[in-house]
């Protein structure tokens, strides 16, 4: 690639929004024939709300509502945020010993109990049963999108907090352009896979990879890669930084943290997929002139 057309390349490409690392970031793009996208905070506005709250034990829904934000207060999360915002003005007891786990959800002790609230996998870590109502209750939640999670108070399962995210507007019209371009679109993510699917069947996705850890989204990488593929991966959070690392070019959404941004190859200032397309065209363009 001539530097020339490489600067001009970068200059389209940032009035288009879309920001280039290098000039290797330019040329991958367009050997690009599968593309990865994390769900939350990537295809959704990432911006979730709560939607549910179900008392499956003696405790009522305020109070439920109360140990669930006041545990999710110190974390980051943007579920955390739905169920924290779902509480505002209600004044939250102290959290002691708050721990925040990866891809699976927040523990503390709240008022000499101990609180748990996150996917199933932390409860069996908890050694909390789940039972058929719960899980039909849960099932029911999921099949309309909505992300559950279990609140497990003194090892016994207390209630279940439905939170829902919507689709970003742009990012129906992005899929079908992407496909257009003759990209295949998997979805990675570390929720469960009733609500993903709910999602991508919306959405037209070809392929869903669920309940997916930080660290095995990397792993996802690796396995298309030893496949033939050549991958790009798009996502917003420090949970998609590895895999953002290990794809062929990583996309990291503009609107989303800067452990993603640091970890990707390209990043799209809008936070918008329909840039790819853009970009896509500009890279055919700028290896085009160099030939
Ligand atoms: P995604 O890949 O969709 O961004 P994560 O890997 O961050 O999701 O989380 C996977 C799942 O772990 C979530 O769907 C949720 O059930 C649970 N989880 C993660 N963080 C939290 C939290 N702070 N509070 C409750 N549940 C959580
Ligand atoms: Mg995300």
Redesign the pocket.
Known sequence: ATPISIMVASGRGAQNGVLFKDAAAIEALREVDTLVV?????LTE?KPSLKELVSLGTLSRERLLVLAAA??RP??????KA?VAAAAGTTLPHVENFR???????RGRIEGSEVA??????LQESAVTLGAEADATAERLRGDGA???FLAVDGALAGL?AVADRIKPSTQEAIVALHRDGLRIVM?????AT??QAAARELGIDEVRA????TD?ADVMNALRAAGHRVAMA??????APALAAADVGIAMGSGTDVAMESAQITLVKGELTAIVRARALSRATVANIR
């Not at 994390?38 to 990537?42: C, H, I, M, P, V």
């Not at 990675?188 to 469960?192: A, E, S, V, Y």
């Open positions: 994390d769900k939350t905070g990537t990432g545990l999710e974390s980051e999360h943007p579920l955390a169920i925040a786990l990866t891809g699976r959800g927040v609230l996150g996917n199933a996998r932390l992300t559950v999670m907090v990675l993510t570390g929720d469960n609500t993903a309940d997916v850890s930080p989204k996502g917003d959070g420090i949970n998609d």
